[in-house]
Structures are given as structure tokens and as C-alpha cells.
T-cell receptor, first 112, second 114 residues
């Protein structure tokens, strides 16, 4: 059953803690993306990667970090430097050199 | 900075009517256009893509693209209560190595009343 999985579905973080959101895909897609969605807002790009061991900052990368050690996995770390991390985080993937993106189910992060 | 504008709504239509959702974009060289449906609390789901001027039909959905006017729309015929969702317009900026990033509008909330 091909698709994109994200875990956990809900995540609660205390202020000052780093947390890592998981994104895995078995679609054999080369490109992967992380977006953030706030209520009433569109999706904003955090980081993206088109190939293993390479990634680029998106529009709102400050306070976030990523790695791409495997084609199937693109974890996102929300660091304590991110001032307002409470949001819905969405991972997406696409075949490289195409622009059709497919989304995972998302992780809802809440800072306590 | 590429911009994608959508009327936030809510757009309310009766069951069985045609719902018309509109989107304008700022990057004149954009080549690819997408409509995603997002139910409350869920992730976006791709419903249509369009690349050429004109209409593209898929079941009850029709996407319309006018590059000269920088305008893309989505028509939903025979609207059903299950179509009630937020519809996101996304545009690719193809100008010189955009790396296939998409810019999303804020979405239009559609409510179909039984």
C-alpha cells in the first residue's frame, strides 16, 4: 500500500524543547517537502529536498532543521529557536522534475 | 515574491448547484496549476491539475485556465454536501529553476447546503 506516513499525529512540546517529526514515503519519489499551515493561512514551505543528502531552505526555514539520509525519509526537527511552533505540519513528495505533490496526513504540534 | 490570491469565502451553495472557485496568480511565467481539497483537520488532497489554456474536465470537476488574465478557476457541478471543504489553489513558478516549488493560496471555504 503506497503512500506517505507522518508520525506522530499529535505532538505536544514544552517550551525550550526540540522535537522531531517523522515523514516516510514508499512511493519511490525523489523530492520531499515540509510545509507549515496556520489557521486561515495557506501552506508555507519550510524545507525541501530533491535528492538524498541535499536539501534547500524554503520561505520560513528559521528555527527548523532537516536531514535526508535516505530516499524514503525526510524528518523535520522543530528547534527551541522557532518562536511560534504551534501549527499543522505537512510533508509532501513528488517525482523529481515534476511539480505534482502528494501530501501525508500531517502532524499537529502544540507548544504547552 | 510569487502570490496566489483566493477569495477566503465562505462560499455557500445549495445542493445540486454549480460551485465556482477562483484564483489569480502574480507570476506571469507560471506553467502548472493545481487544485487541492482539504477537509477540516485533514491534509490536502489533489483533485485537479491543469497546464494549458482552456478547460479540463474530470467527472463533476472542471478546471479553467486563462494565462493571459493570470486566472484559474474550479467549477464543481451538481455540488454535494460531501464537497464542503476548503479548496486550495497552487501554482508552480517555472522561471529559471524554481525547483518545482508550489505557492499556495490561503484557500476558499465551500459549504454545500442540503
Amino acid at each position: 500500500d503506497g503512500g506517505i506516513t507522518q508520525s506522530p499525529k499529535y505532538l505536544f512540546r514544552k517550551e525550550g524543547q526540540n522535537v522531531t517529526l517523522s515523514c516516510e514515503q514508499n512511493l519511490n519519489h525523489d523530492a520531499m517537502y515540509w510545509y507549515r499551515q496556520d489557521p486561515g493561512q495557506g501552506l508555507r514551505l519550510i524545507y525541501y529536498s530533491q535528492i538524498v543528502n541535499d536539501f534547500q531552505k524554503g520561505d520560513i526555514a528559521e528555527g527548523y532543521s532537516v536531514s535526508r539520509e535516505k530516499k524514503e525519509s525526510f524528518p523535520l526537527t522543530v528547534t527551541s529557536a522557532q518562536k511560534n511552533p504551534t501549527a499543522f505540519y505537512l510533508c509532501a513528495s513528488s517525482i523529481v522534475n515534476t511539480d505534482t505533490q502528494y501530501f501525508g496526513p500531517g502532524t499537529r504540534l502544540t507548544v504547552l | 515574491q510569487k502570490e496566489v490570491e483566493q477569495n477566503s469565502g465562505p462560499l455557500s451553495v445549495p445542493e445540486g448547484a454549480i460551485a465556482s472557485l477562483n484564483c489569480t496568480y502574480s507570476d506571469r511565467v507560471s506553467q502548472s496549476f493545481f487544485w487541492y481539497r482539504q477537509y477540516s483537520g485533514k491534509s490536502p488532497e489533489l483533485i485537479m491539475s491543469i497546464y494549458s489554456n482552456g478547460d479540463k474536465e474530470d467527472g463533476r470537476f472542471t478546471a479553467q485556465l486563462n494565462k493571459a488574465s493570470q486566472y484559474v478557476s474550479l467549477l464543481i457541478r451538481d455540488s454535494q454536501p460531501s464537497d464542503s471543504a476548503t479548496y486550495l489553489c497552487a501554482v508552480d513558478g517555472a522561471s529559471g529553476g524554481s525547483n518545482y516549488k508550489l505557492t499556495f493560496g490561503k484557500g476558499t471555504l465551500l459549504t454545500v447546503n442540503p
